[in-house]
């Protein structure tokens, strides 16, 4: 007898979006991508709604990976302050000082390499 077999797991789909609210916080997102300008987004949120929200609605837009290849900040005010995924999900918009309004940056993150060269005599 072999291995037990398994189930293939069931993707889970995202959770919905609370529709966008008439009055609210406002979130500006620039996406800093290949081209010469950044893109523009933005939506209304309520003071309550966590990033986690935040961060669904940009998988909405097309941008899923805002932690991973990417890095989002709040760049409301300079310099610019990167947000922690975790914290950032967890808490509340006015929590995270983002309410009434707010301007966040996607960037993508760098990759540096290094080559170390030896010479020798």
Do not use: I, N
């Not at 097309?62 to 409301?76: E, I, K």
């Amino acid at each position: 007898a072999g291995p037990p077999s398994r189930a293939p797991m069931a993707r889970r789909e995202p959770a919905a979006l609370p529709p966008e609210p008439a009055e609210g916080c406002t979130l500006r997102v620039a996406v800093h991508g290949d081209g010469p300008e950044p893109a523009r987004l933005e939506r209304k949120f309520d003071a309550d709604d966590d990033g986690a929200v935040v961060v669904r609605w940009l998988a909405t837009q097309g941008h899923a990976d805002c932690f991973g290849a990417w890095a989002l900040s709040d760049a409301t005010k300079f310099p610019e302050r990167a947000l922690d995924e975790a914290d950032f999900k967890r808490a509340t918009l006015q929590a995270s000082g983002l309410w009434p309004s707010a301007r966040l940056a996607l960037r993508r993150r760098p990759t540096h390499r290094v080559t170390v060269r030896t010479a020798r005599d």
